[in-house]
């Protein structure tokens, strides 16, 4: 079946610092991945949608100077949180679409602490 | 708009009982919707979609165009059903928009 990683699982940052998140399709390629902020026992919200070769889509109210985003290859995309704040703690998710297919498959998400 | 509403936010059942979650959505077009689960500490994950009209772990969903809903229903709850339940409608562009999500209690 098709897997995503996400790396770090965990992250703990000081205030003003940045952090980079990964995520990775394993086993196939993915001309989408999404990012995704949750909430605890909340809904997933999207923040951007990450096409391989261009600029991110960011969705209304996502600043694109502090969540930079990047998809440089067909496997990787990376959202970058710049000057972290505290309101940034979150746990942040990512999703990858298989080329040619319409299903979403999910990391398993990275909790970032800014302290 | 495009929303997705899920009502209830804790759903707890006995072993055996009945389960329907209910979905409803907001959205112009013709809709692609979904279901997703969260078990504890593992990733988020597709169940089911409409237009497979498939049946897993026992759970169904059918599409209701006129009451614009979407309720997952299991005749027979089990206590491995306890999780966070997603229902969630893809527009064109392919991103999914996520209901507030329910968590379904299930006990023994």
């Known amino acids: 079946g098709a897997v995503v990683s996400q790396h770090p699982s965990r992250v703990i940052c000081k205030s003003g610092t940045s952090v980079k998140i990964e995520c990775r399709s394993l086993?196939?390629?993915?001309?989408?991945m999404f990012w995704y902020r949750q909430f605890p026992k909340q809904s997933l919200m999207l923040m951007a949608t990450?096409?391989?070769?261009?600029?991110?889509?960011?969705e209304q109210g996502v600043e694109k100077d502090k969540f930079l985003i990047n998809h440089a290859s067909l496997t990787l995309s990376t959202l970058t949180v710049t000057s972290a704040h505290p309101e940034d703690s979150s746990f942040y998710i990512c999703?990858?679409?298989?080329?040619?297919?319409?299903?979403?498959?999910f990391g398993p998400g990275t909790r970032l602490t800014v302290t | 708009a495009q929303r997705v509403t899920q009502p209830e936010k804790l759903l707890s059942v006995f072993k055996g009982a009945p389960v329907e979650l209910k979905c409803n959505y907001s959205?112009?077009?013709?809709?692609?919707l979904f279901w997703y689960v969260q078990y504890s500490r593992q990733r988020l994950q597709l169940l089911l979609r409409?237009?497979s009209r498939e049946s897993i772990k026992g759970f169904t969903a059918d599409l209701n165009k006129g009451e614009t809903s979407f309720h997952l229903k299991k005749p027979f709850a089990q206590e491995e059903d306890s999780a966070m339940y997603y229902c969630?409608?893809?527009?064109?562009?392919?991103?999914?928009?996520f209901g507030q999500g329910t968590e379904l209690s299930v006990k023994p």
């Open positions: 999703s990858a679409a298989d080329r040619g297919r319409y299903e979403q498959y």
């Open positions: 086993d196939f390629q993915a001309t989408t």
């Open positions: 990450s096409n391989e070769g261009s600029k991110a889509t960011y």
């Open positions: 959205y112009s077009g013709s809709p692609e």
């Open positions: 409409h237009i």
């Open positions: 969630a409608l893809s527009n064109q562009g392919g991103k999914l928009i």
